[in-house]
């Protein structure tokens, strides 16, 4: 430990200290060496000697990675037994790694499923949900979260897009998302026009995307879309997770081809991969691989056929020296034999790796890339400072967006405005024309039954058809903190009001004068005001209950289910409330239908005259007043406060829609 730099080095890793809950989410050294899980030791000692012998000509490491464990925990039983029961078994997915990665250089994270890959790509981009200890550390800076969220884009697995928006309509408004709010409309078109020109992407730059039904861009583009839109920001490192997952030999090879060229133009790629073919693997400039959520080999490519013969297993001539060494680090768990057999052998090479020179170069570069940035300016955490767009240009953009996804998407399009008065000629066939005998009381609530209840249902037929896929897409953009859970929701409650708007004038405007309604104009207007805000009510709790139950399925059947009762109970279209158990008379409170057909059925009634048959004159009800004072004694009176409570629901139900998205939190995506 007499050893300066060493010293230097220990002085900054204890200085870091903080939990995976902190702000520095990486644990300190001490924490790293408390941590171990293992027996093998890392020869840091052995490095410290030599450290000052470092060719300082060598280029500095900019990422590195000092003695990194991940562990989670895993939930055994059923999912009935509720997560609070069920027992939690940790799992430790990344052991003890010390890793350096260098700018301008592309290096493949390769090995068996499971082996740690993601992982450990989740733990650099500051995405991990376990327990990390061991640090992390950039340009010889402690990486905190905000940090490499800052410095890095991580490209997912799976390509999350909107299929009706063009390539440059895509990267354009990720652009405006990303970039600081001084850039102008021009430099904008300038860096998306850059960045489709470096993914090869001119030929289909004014395509559509497209999707399941409607054909698009090939899998390939659509993976240079999702690269080029984390290559907006122009970010110093880039990971991407299996980029190559899905794609046919020639495209995958063109898409590796195009990460090797940027980094060679000064980035730091990172990449994981399953099994590279010998063609990309003559474009890597390091390799990786792991096993076991530990190290087997990093280095060259060209290092790994002399270090595997070194340690007792050469490559057949013609072969593929990646094929040959993932497979001889997997773990078999076909038979318990087979498993024992491997997993003894590929602990015995990640031993054998760590007290190779190679590794032990590893550490001479980590700790000279350390000494390089262990100057006064550079001490403790420094954060870019990176200025983001406005609210209202984000707020606007995301609106923008929206609007354009459901105008070009004919089934959504066609669902906002055709669905409600959908159902206006099967009322009209129905009930035919209201006159004003005895009869048309009955119809007249049948008519107030309808629309009360149709439009919740339209506004849950609508949520559930456009959310899912703007959730999954705010998922992603949450991750990568373009903007927050609240913005997203009001840009989905203002989107979606003025449909609200055009179709529940529609429905209303041709329901309430084809069947002869009260024909007061006052009147009309509380109706159509009742239908915008029940379907826009009915809307907004689709997406709670969407909050709460992430299976689409399950939460369209839930909502449904919660508009039924509350038409049922609460309505007193089908039973009088106050006949109804006490319990039920209670939770009709808390219904919505309480207050919206209490306005319709007071102001349907109010006014109206009944005429009469002689014979009966004693049974009959001639006068509407006299109808709502007998069976909504007070709809009349509380008008204006069911209005307001209506209005206060449509709040209520945007503020639980945020709670439950908090209290659930933004899943992992890969
Ligand atoms: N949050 C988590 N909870 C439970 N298990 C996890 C979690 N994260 C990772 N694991 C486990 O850790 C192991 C490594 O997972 P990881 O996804 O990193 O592997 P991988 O090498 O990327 O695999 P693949 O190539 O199949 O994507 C797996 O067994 C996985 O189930």
């Not at 340009?139 to 997912?156: A, D, F, I």
């Not at 980590?366 to 240009?393: A, N, W």
Request: glycine fraction near 8%; charge should be neutral.
């Amino acid at each position: 430990m007499d050893n300066p730099v060493f010293q230097k080095e220990e002085a900054l890793l204890h200085s870091y200290g903080g939990s995976d809950r902190g702000g520095h989410y990486y644990g300190s050294l001490s924490s790293r060496h408390e941590a171990r899980h293992t027996t093998r030791e890392t020869p840091f000692m052995e490095a410290e000697g030599e450290v000052l012998e470092s060719d300082a000509s060598q280029e500095a490491p900019s990422l590195n990675i000092i003695g990194l464990s991940y562990v989670v925990k895993e939930r055994v039983g059923h999912w009935w037994t509720g997560s609070c029961c069920r027992s939690a078994r940790t799992k430790v997915v990344l052991n003890n790694l010390c890793m350096t990665f260098a700018t301008g250089e592309l290096t493949a994270l390769v090995g068996t499923s499971g082996s740690g890959k993601t992982s450990l790509l989740d733990v650099i981009s500051g995405r991990s949900t376990g327990v990390t200890t061991g640090v992390v550390s950039y340009e010889g800076q402690q990486c905190t979260r905000k940090m490499m969220r800052q410095k890095s884009s991580y490209v997912l697995q799976a390509d999350r897009l909107l299929p009706t928006l063009t390539v440059r309509e895509t990267l354009t408004y990720m652009a405006y998302l990303k970039l600081p709010g001084h850039f102008k409309p021009s430099d904008i078109n300038r860096k998306v026009q850059t960045v489709i020109t470096d993914m090869g992407l001119n030929h289909v730059a004014e395509n559509r995307i497209g999707g399941a039904i409607v054909r698009g861009v090939s899998g390939g583009e659509k993976r240079r879309i999702t690269i080029g839109v984390q290559l907006l920001k122009d970010p110093d490192i880039l990971l991407l997770d299996e980029p190559t997952s899905g794609l046919d030999a020639f495209t995958a090879h063109h898409l590796v081809q195009s990460l090797a060229d940027l980094a060679h133009k000064g980035k730091l790629v990172i990449m994981s991969i399953h099994q590279p073919r010998s063609d990309i693997f003559r474009l890597l400039d390091k390799i990786a691989i792991l096993t076991i959520g530990q190290l087997a080999f990093l280095g060259r490519p060209d290092q790994m056929v002399p270090y595997f013969t070194s340690v007792g297993y050469s490559c057949p001539v013609n072969q593929n020296p990646c094929d040959i060494y993932i497979d001889l680090t997997s773990v078999d768990r076909r038979t318990p034999d087979q498993e024992v057999k491997t997993l003894k052998r590929a602990k015995k090479l990640c031993a054998a790796f760590t007290n190779n020179e190679i590794y032990t170069e590893i550490l001479k570069r980590i700790t000279f890339g350390l000494s390089q940035y262990d100057s006064e300016e550079t001490q403790g955490t420094v954060e870019r400072v990176s200025k983001s767009p406005s609210y209202p240009r984000t707020f606007n953009c995301l609106l923008n967006r929206m609007n354009i996804h459901v105008w070009r998407n004919r089934g959504d399009c066609l669902g906002r405005f055709i669905f409600l008065p959908f159902f206006i000629p099967f009322i009209i066939m129905f009930l035919g024309r209201l006159g004003l005998n005895q009869e048309s009381i009955q119809d007249r609530l049948g008519v107030i039954y309808q629309a009360s209840q149709v439009p919740p249902y339209m506004g849950i037929v609508n949520g559930v058809a456009l959310y899912p896929a703007l959730r999954d897409l705010f998922y992603r953009e949450y991750q990568d903190g373009l903007y927050s859970t609240l913005t997203f929701l009001g840009v989905y409650y203002v989107h979606c009001l003025p449909f609200n708007i055009i179709s529940s004038l529609v429905f209303s405007g041709i329901l309430y004068w084809s069947v002869g309604l009260n024909p007061d104009l006052v009147s009309f207007g509380c109706f159509i005001l009742v239908v915008v805000m029940l379907s826009q009510i009915g809307e907004m709790v689709t997406v709670s209950i969407m909050g709460v139950f992430r299976n689409i399925q399950l939460a369209s059947n839930a909502t449904t289910l919660i508009f039924s009762a509350s038409g049922v109970v609460a309505s007193g279209l089908l039973r009088t409330i106050e006949n109804m158990p006490t319990v039920l008379q209670w939770a009709s409170y808390i219904a919505v239908h309480k207050y919206s057909t209490a306005i319709l059925v007071g102001n349907e009634f109010h006014g109206l005259k009944f005429t009469c048959p002689e014979q009966a004159a004693e049974q009959c009800m001639m006068k509407g007043d006299n109808f709502i004072n007998t069976y909504y004694p007070h709809a009349l009176e509380h008008m204006t406060r069911n209005f307001i409570i209506l209005g206060g629901y449509s709040t209520a139900v945007f503020i639980l829609a945020f709670i439950v998205m908090k209290i659930r939190g933004i899943p992992t995506l890969h």
